[in-house]
């Protein structure tokens, strides 16, 4: 038989075995409270890998001595649900509860999910969800109307470096491993229990004195956790233009450090630059508009990793320019009112009058063509006069 790989053999079997997501498990917490309460409540587990949304459903399983079934939405299909469905009802006959983990629970459809609803709302299936993608997006309002959606975090460095301490105990390999490797592989784990505990096992496996050297080896290079198309993509992006905005130059460049490594598309980075040069510079520096505009056309012409030094040298000079939302503001104050008065008549007096009809009925009347001409009626439809936009 293969050997149980090391992250399985660690999983914790108890609420108190488990280190991390003290917001959710420490006393008088909700999740220890939904355990305590032995009341089935139907959950989504919301977090990064690693992060023990597996191990805390098979522990609610466990402490309300339910039936765990696990089906992963990769792999499964109808069928697959109506098994466990018939399964549960045979469980609800012998009084037995049934707990279903569904991991990857967005990736499957509408349809897939509404099959769900009469069996959690009838109590036959206590549903535990899990998902690294916003549940808001992924899954259906009446399954989260049913559902509590509790997040999960990543594991800090020292959660990481307790978890790989008692890993190397129960190993019995203490001595082969130097504390500067097990900080090392707790960095790279990007507070990922599995990956951690992965690493661990791949060094100890080599039987040779464990330094942060062999664990390079072992190891190679982390990627970093960014995905183009989740969560951390819109929250980086969105810290990188608010960083902008504050002026602060340092926490920019950060942002836009990580999205450059995680292989963002340069030219994503650079049309956002531009939006902020009008949207957040504005009036303020008129010349940061056609600087971001220089920017993208760069980047297409020069490609990367050159236009690295083009996204870093128009970050700085944004973060750094004076701002204005004069322009922004008067904006929506002028969509607010087109909206408003969207039949208001344009003033005779501005209208085009290109035949004499038209200039008999009063059209372009007392208009002169001259630089800086004030009409004495001035220029608004007379619904809007003393309205003040900009």
């Given at each position: 038989m293969q050997r149980i790989p090391l992250a399985e053999r660690m999983r914790p079997k108890t609420l108190d075995d488990v280190v991390g997501q003290a917001h959710l498990l420490a006393e008088g917490e909700i999740l220890r409270r939904i355990v305590v309460s032995q009341e089935p409540v139907s959950l989504i587990f919301w977090g990064p890998p690693g992060s023990g949304k597996t191990t805390l459903a098979r522990i609610i399983a466990t402490e309300m001595k339910a039936e765990f079934i696990e089906l992963s939405a990769v792999t499964s299909g109808k069928k697959d649900v109506e098994k466990v469905i018939e399964h549960a009802r045979q469980n609800w006959n012998l009084q037995l509860r049934t707990v279903l983990f569904v991991d990857e629970i967005h990736r499957?459809?509408?349809?897939?999910?509404?099959?769900?609803?009469?069996?959690?709302?009838?109590?036959?299936?206590?549903?535990?969800?899990?998902?690294?993608?916003?549940?808001?997006?992924?899954?259906?309002?009446?399954?989260?109307?049913?559902?509590?959606?509790?997040?999960?975090?990543?594991?800090?460095?020292?959660?990481?470096?307790?978890?790989?301490?008692?890993?190397?105990?129960?190993?019995?390999?203490?001595?082969?491993?130097?504390?500067?490797?097990?900080?090392?592989?707790?960095?790279?784990?990007?507070g990922d229990a599995r990956v951690a505990?992965?690493?661990?096992?791949?060094?100890?496996?080599?039987?040779?004195?464990?330094?942060?050297?062999?664990?390079?080896?072992?190891?190679?290079?982390?990627?970093?956790?960014?995905?183009?198309?989740?969560?951390?993509?819109?929250?980086?992006?969105?810290?990188?233009?608010?960083?902008?905005?504050?002026?602060?130059?340092?926490?920019?460049?950060?942002?836009?450090?990580?999205m450059v490594k995680a292989g963002e598309d340069p030219k994503f980075i650079a049309r956002r630059m531009i939006i902020f040069a009008s949207e957040d510079i504005g009036l303020?520096?008129?010349?940061?508009?056609?600087?971001?505009?220089?920017?993208?056309?760069?980047?297409?012409?020069?490609?990367?990793?050159?236009?690295?030094?083009?996204?870093?040298?128009?970050?700085?000079?944004?973060?750094?320019?004076?701002?204005?939302?004069?322009?922004?503001?008067?904006?929506?104050?002028?969509?607010?009112?087109?909206?408003?008065?969207?039949?208001?008549?344009?003033?005779?007096?501005?209208r085009n009058a290109p035949t004499k009809l038209m200039k008999d009925l009063g059209y372009g009347q007392d208009y002169k063509w001259q630089a800086d001409f004030k009409h004495t009626k001035g220029f608004l439809p007379e619904e809007l006069n003393g309205k003040r936009i900009f």
């Amino acid at each position: 038989m293969q050997r149980i790989p090391l992250a399985e053999r660690m999983r914790p079997k108890t609420l108190d075995d488990v280190v991390g997501q003290a917001h959710l498990l420490a006393e008088g917490e909700i999740l220890r409270r939904i355990v305590v309460s032995q009341e089935p409540v139907s959950l989504i587990f919301w977090g990064p890998p690693g992060s023990g949304k597996t191990t805390l459903a098979r522990i609610i399983a466990t402490e309300m001595k339910a039936e765990f079934i696990e089906l992963s939405a990769v792999t499964s299909g109808k069928k697959d649900v109506e098994k466990v469905i018939e399964h549960a009802r045979q469980n609800w006959n012998l009084q037995l509860r049934t707990v279903l983990f569904v991991d990857e629970i967005h990736r499957f459809n509408k349809a897939q999910q509404d099959a769900f609803l009469p069996h959690v709302e009838s109590g036959l299936i206590t549903l535990i969800g899990a998902t690294t993608e916003n549940p808001s997006f992924e899954i259906i309002n009446p399954l989260l109307s049913r559902s509590r959606v509790l997040v999960l975090q990543p594991l800090s460095k020292p959660e990481i470096i307790t978890i790989l301490k008692n890993a190397i105990k129960s190993e019995n390999k203490s001595k082969l491993i130097t504390p500067t490797a097990i900080d090392y592989i707790a960095e790279l784990s990007g507070g990922d229990a599995r990956v951690a505990l992965g690493n661990i096992e791949l060094c100890l496996n080599m039987n040779t004195k464990i330094t942060p050297e062999v664990v390079k080896m072992a190891a190679q290079k982390r990627l970093p956790g960014y995905d183009k198309n989740g969560d951390k993509h819109y929250d980086i992006i969105s810290a990188f233009i608010k960083s902008m905005r504050g002026s602060d130059v340092d926490a920019t460049l950060y942002y836009l450090a990580r999205m450059v490594k995680a292989g963002e598309d340069p030219k994503f980075i650079a049309r956002r630059m531009i939006i902020f040069a009008s949207e957040d510079i504005g009036l303020a520096g008129n010349g940061a508009l056609g600087l971001a505009l220089s920017a993208f056309q760069a980047i297409e012409r020069v490609g990367m990793p050159e236009s690295q030094y083009i996204l870093f040298h128009v970050a700085t000079a944004l973060a750094r320019s004076e701002k204005s939302r004069q322009t922004t503001e008067a904006m929506g104050r002028a969509l607010q009112l087109a909206e408003q008065y969207q039949d208001a008549q344009v003033p005779l007096h501005l209208r085009n009058a290109p035949t004499k009809l038209m200039k008999d009925l009063g059209y372009g009347q007392d208009y002169k063509w001259q630089a800086d001409f004030k009409h004495t009626k001035g220029f608004l439809p007379e619904e809007l006069n003393g309205k003040r936009i900009f």
